[in-house]
């Protein structure tokens, strides 16, 4: 099993590259009219969890992303996956 150090050698500059293209996506966000969405508000509350302490916060962010309402549609009304479960009208 790799070391912190050797991580941190091998990923860093990965995880810092995906850190800052985050932080632009969100100013990107920010710099446009218009009231958030589900998916955005998804992903303010992802984050959070991964400055938590613990060795599941990939798993706790993909959960806040899935849909937990207990009713499954039988058919989609679209196809394709938005990403973040749409909230119950």
């Known amino acids: 099993m790799p ?14 590259h995906m850190l800052i293209n985050l932080a632009a996506f969100l100013d990107r966000i920010d710099r446009h009219p218009g009231p958030d969405d589900y998916r955005f508000t998804a992903l303010k509350n992802a984050i959070p969890i991964l400055l938590e302490q613990g ?21 989609a009304p679209f196809q ?5 479960a749409r909230p119950e009208n």
């Open 80 to 84: 394709g996956a938005s990403g973040a």
């Open 3 to 16: 070391s912190k150090q050797e991580l941190l050698d091998l990923q860093f500059i990965d995880a810092r």
């Open 55 to 75: 060795p599941d916060r990939a798993k706790a962010i993909l959960e806040s992303f899935s849909d937990q309402h207990p009713n499954i549609d039988t058919s």
